[in-house]
């Protein structure tokens, strides 16, 4: 019986690191679950989680922090994914990868799916704020059936950008990020319960030592300046796991030869719970401003550094959270906004319990419809003969989407040997990555 005929809707996540996890988990459930089955109070989901094989791939704290829950998680390469998506029958794919990992999936997919009559609906999108390489993350992820857009902002863009290439735009589908939520903030303060400023770090924002040595003195300072407070420095990993972006100079690592004060301390975790106790969120451009705008706690992007596309923070130009650590330092709190918050998907007053609505009917118009048509991406062999076979490659993957001559076995499980090979060469490319390269980087710059 096809999986669409079913009670439960059958759901892959494919994801290429910890935060796309989340997003591509949170956004699956928001697609396809309404709750739970009145009848059965059973949910009406079940989640297969794919961790694609990389730098980056979680690890089992990381996936603990984010808190998200699947009925079975594995890690695959792309070869074997595509080998599971050939073999089992999904209503909904969702790719929460990097533009060009989606690329390869869409290309892998049209092929193991090529001449069926039925076959699952494929959702990808970003998971924060798109403030770099718009056009060409976009075209990397054209041919999915919904590219989601996390506020009306994003979806014009969207629209205009693929409408400008002559493109189908009528993928793109407004929704939200799906991970904001958490109790509106409370400004009330007790002498348990002290004003507490969050900095939001982020992994590869800014890039130098000299600027992120800079904000660490900065907050050292703003701690030493009202001792009232607590202080928090929010990181994203522990020395030696990966994210989305790679950081080449942790902030623990700074911070080892300073002198920190008793009210500043550095803190993991989950962001929604951090942001339970949060009065001030500082940061430089991290999503987790959209997250504390949503929850109506005061937010600064700072301007120390400037306001500039490589930061990132050119993004919430307008949005009346520009400011520096000097003004913070004298008390100041920013207003947002309205006109601007709302463009942003970050609305409250209910209006985000209904932001996936659209979504949502129109995954089930897909999947009702039975038969739909074969991916077709924007790139080609024949629009891109020069960047599509590389983009390809890099997954094990022909131009056709058929698995490249030495791609990894899909067809059978490895073995003790493989698994072995497997850890030790993941360990030494990760190591290889954040420890050998940014040296030989620094090396070159003498």
């Known amino acids: 019986m096809p999986a669409s005929a079913k009670k439960s809707r059958r759901v892959a996540v494919l994801a290429d690191s910890d935060t796309r996890w989340k997003w591509g988990a949170l956004t699956a459930n928001r697609l396809v679950s309404a709750g739970v089955s009145p009848d ?73 799916w090529q001449g069926r009559t039925e076959r699952p609906v494929v959702v990808t999108g970003y998971v924060g704020v798109v403030y770099e390489k718009l056009t060409d993350g976009l075209l990397l992820r054209h041919g ?163 306001v500039r596309e490589v930061l990132g923070n050119h993004h919430f130009v307008g949005s009346g959270c520009l400011a520096s650590w000097d003004q913070l330092d004298a008390g100041h ?16 007053g209910g209006a985000y319990e209904a932001a996936f609505d659209r979504a949502r009917r129109r995954v089930e118009e897909l999947l009702a419809a039975g038969e739909l048509p074969p991916l077709k991406p924007y790139y080609t062999p024949v629009t891109a003969p020069g960047y599509l076979p590389g983009v390809l490659a890099r997954h094990h993957l022909a131009p056709d989407g058929s698995p490249l001559p030495g791609a990894p076995a899909a067809d059978r499980a490895p073995g003790p040997v493989r698994r072995i090979f497997r850890h030790a060469a993941r360990g030494a490319y990760r190591h290889g990555v954040q420890r050998v390269a940014p040296v030989i980087r620094r090396m070159g710059e003498l």
Request: charged share 25%.
């Open 40 to 112: 059965r109070g059973e949910p009406d989901i079940r989640l297969d989680g794919y961790l694609l094989r990389g730098r980056a791939t979680p690890t089992a704290r990381q996936l603990e922090e984010v808190g998200v829950r699947a009925d079975r998680l594995s890690e695959v390469s792309a070869a074997e994914f595509l080998h599971e998506m050939a073999q089992e029958p999904y209503d909904v794919v969702v790719l929460a990868l990097v533009g060009g990992g989606v690329q390869a999936m869409l290309h892998g997919l049209a092929h193991v």
């Open 144 to 306: 999915a059936d919904l590219v989601l857009a996390n506020s009306r902002q994003d979806a014009d863009r969207f629209r205009a950008v693929y409408e400008g290439v002559d493109a189908d735009a009528s993928s793109v589908t407004e929704v939200a990020l799906p991970f904001l939520g958490g109790a509106v903030h409370n400004p009330d303060r007790t002498e348990d319960d002290p004003y507490t400023v969050v900095f939001a770090a982020q992994p590869s924002v800014p890039q130098n030592r000299g600027d992120r040595a800079y904000l660490l003195d900065r907050l050292i300072q703003h701690a030493r300046r009202h001792p009232g407070r607590e202080v928090l420095l929010k990181l994203r990993s522990k020395p030696g796991e990966h994210t989305t972006h790679i950081e080449e100079l942790p902030y623990q690592k700074l911070a080892q030869r300073k002198d920190l004060p008793a009210n500043l301390r550095l803190v993991y975790g989950n962001m929604g719970e951090v942001l339970d106790r949060t009065d001030l969120l500082v940061t430089v451009s991290s999503t987790a401003a959209l997250e504390s705008l949503h929850r109506r706690i005061p937010t600064v992007v700072l301007t120390d550094l400037g």
């Open 333 to 348: 709190e920013p207003e947002p906004d309205p006109w601007w918050v709302a463009r942003q998907g970050v609305a409250t």
